[in-house]
């Protein structure tokens, strides 16, 4: 072979070799920007699931009370707003998992430098699967409280009273119970794991327990703002009855 196109096979394999190697950093400071965000919104999840710890304690408050039936299929106007809370909560669990999903489209580089997988890029995929598992179950507990409400509140009728301490809350019959607890410990398992792998600064979310009320006992044991200074629903006092849910859900 002749000695010009040995040398030419040499620089294109160094050139080859400097083009991975800049490959291989640009993903790492991607996965990097990635785990931040990620760490972002670990942050916002959190905050959301003791948004629907305070609602779920707040509802539960106001059947113990008793709450008129002003129709078939409507609710008053008092839980209006807990109910587009609710909605809410799961919208935006929804916009999280959507971000957590569309991690790998976000990394423009081929199939080939995409195989050469770093432990930053482990990190940040087993982190973004962990964050969009506690915003699905925390999705899915708001939705089991919205549908517990709503079948609690026609089945007693304004009727208040409560259950003995070791029974679930009027808010959620014992099956609806059972799966709050699954999500619970779901949500619970994955927001450790997300600490765990964005390297969190914070050392609750380490050992995060979320606070959503299943028992009596648990949500008579809340005192002071159930809402832990979040955001409250707003209220819609004196605008007559409601569907029973809210009407984006529909």
Not at 188 to 196: I, N
Not at 237 to 244: D, I, L, S
Request: glycine share 8%; with cysteine; net charge positive.
């Amino acid at each position: 072979m002749p000695e010009w196109m040995t040398t030419i096979m040499e620089i294109g394999a160094a050139c080859a070799a400097v083009v991975g190697l800049v490959a291989l950093a640009y993903e790492r400071l991607m996965h990097r920007a990635h785990l931040r965000q990620v760490e972002q919104d670990h942050r916002r999840v959190h905050r959301l699931s003791n948004r629907l710890a305070g609602c779920a304690v707040e509802l539960e408050r106001m059947l113990e009370g008793g709450l008129p039936v002003p129709g078939p299929r409507l609710l008053p106007d008092s839980v209006a707003g807990h109910m587009a809370y609710l909605f809410a909560l799961r919208d935006e669990c929804e916009e999280v998992q959507s971000r957590a999903a569309s991690h790998n489209a976000r990394i423009s580089w081929t199939n080939t430098f995409r195989e050469k997988v770093t432990a930053t890029s482990r990190r940040c995929s087993e982190a973004r699967a962990a964050l969009g598992g506690s915003a699905g179950a925390l999705s899915r507990a708001a939705r089991l409280y919205e549908e517990g409400f709503v079948a609690a509140h026609r089945k007693r009728a304004g009727k208040g009273g409560g259950r003995a301490l070791g029974e679930p809350i009027l808010l959620l019959s014992q099956r609806r119970a059972g799966e709050v607890l699954v999500q619970r410990a779901v949500f619970d398992e994955q927001m450790r794991l997300v600490a765990t792998h964005t390297r969190s600064r914070r050392p609750l979310l380490e050992h995060y327990r979320c606070a959503w009320p299943v028992l009596r006992s648990e949500s008579q044991s809340v005192s002071g703002d159930p809402y832990r200074g979040e955001v409250r629903p707003m209220g819609r006092h004196g605008f007559g009855p409601v569907p029973v849910l809210h009407p984006d859900a529909r």
